[in-house]
């Protein structure tokens, strides 16, 4: 789910693309991005791909089950596509006819991705406000029968 759909209710066609930017991350990776995994510390999908770009280590995050059958070159593509699709504004994502171009079309050209919102630190949660946060309170309710 997009930033700006989960903070604030705002859908856009720009939405879409951060979907498609967490499944193509997810395809290549064969994880899947609510699970927290341990690097240097926990990292969730989005936050591992960024760290282990910006560390020069983007193949790691390749599932062991696709690397007989990739090229490199293509998955770091991939990888850098998914990246660009999950940036925090949704003005710096790419549209998804730009996307469709960028993975068919192996000599266009693909700008650097800014960090993710998920990532931590990547943005001031304190500009949100409290109205986007709600607590959840679970009530249980016994039904018997007559």
Known sequence: MSPEYSNGGIFSIKSDVFSFGVLLLEIVSGKKNRIYYKYKEDLNLLELAWTLCKEGQTLNLLDESLSSSCLAPQVLRFI??????????????????????????????????????????????????????TNNVVTLTKLDGR
């Open 80 to 133: 850098q596509i998914g990246l660009l699709c999950v940036q925090d504004k949704a003005y710096d994502r790419p549209t998804m006819s730009d996307v469709f171009l960028m993975l068919s079309n192996e000599s266009s050209f693909i700008k650097d991705a800014k960090r993710p919102r998920f990532c931590n630190g990547s943005s001031d949660t304190s500009t949100l406000g409290q109205a986007y946060f």
